[in-house]
């Protein structure tokens, strides 16, 4: 069965028709599986905020109108699977997240404060003006790992590149995003 387009889709949740989640499940039901798990690293907790997302885009959808339908999508799974995550290691400690986090840690500060909320903002738009100027490959090995929570590994597969190519290449892409949000005024 071929999936549909994204507006399609999106029709149908616009006609609240429950065929919609089934649509979408089938387009892009691996990627938010695969997101989901990445941060979790549970089957069964993956599985449950896979029905959560759908449950959120049939909640957001109508009003909203997403485009790209994937991103908005993964951006619900990711949220619910942090949101779970840290439910689920408020008193212990999962290596492969967290790695992931320091990793970003050495060049964007977390918030400490609700004014840092208001900051958080306006640097996630810096971040996306960042990624735009980066050549396709370092744009994708950077989404790819903080955003899906992929494993430096598994892009390295998908790329046909040796592990290690792809951990100098984010090396050297998180001091480019250090320097450039110091120069655009968003790090002190």
């Given amino acids: 069965m071929t999936p549909l387009e994204d507006s399609k889709i999106i029709d149908l949740f616009y006609e609240r028709s429950e065929q919609a989640i089934a649509e979408l499940d089938l387009k892009y039901g691996s990627i938010v599986r695969r997101t989901a798990n990445n941060i979790l690293k549970n089957?069964?907790?993956?599985?449950?905020?896979?029905?959560?997302?759908?449950?959120?885009?049939?909640?957001?959808?109508?009003?909203?109108?997403?485009?790209?339908?994937?991103?908005?999508?993964?951006?619900?799974?990711?949220?619910?699977?942090?949101?779970?995550?840290?439910?689920?290691?408020?008193?212990?400690?999962?290596?492969?997240?967290?790695?992931?986090?320091?990793?970003?840690?050495?060049?964007?500060?977390?918030?400490?404060?609700?004014?840092?909320?208001?900051?958080?903002?306006?640097?996630?738009?810096?971040?996306?003006r960042f990624l735009d100027t980066l050549p396709y490959d370092d744009r994708y090995c950077f989404v790819r790992r903080y955003f899906f929570v992929d494993t430096v590994t598994d892009i390295a597969a998908e790329l046909h590149w040796r592990p290690h190519r792809v951990t100098v290449r984010l090396s050297r892409i998180r001091e480019k995003l250090y320097h450039y949000l110091k120069e655009e005024g968003l790090l002190e």
């Fill in 43 to 128: 089957t069964r907790d993956a599985e449950e905020c896979t029905n959560d997302t759908y449950l959120g885009v049939w909640n957001t959808v109508p009003p909203q109108r997403p485009n790209p339908l994937v991103s908005y999508t993964c951006r619900i799974a990711r949220n619910l699977a942090i949101k779970r995550y840290r439910a689920n290691t408020a008193a212990k400690r999962n290596s492969t997240y967290n790695v992931t986090l320091e990793e970003l840690e050495e060049c964007i500060p977390s918030p400490v404060n609700p004014e840092a909320d208001a900051m958080a903002k306006e640097l996630s738009a810096g971040i996306s």
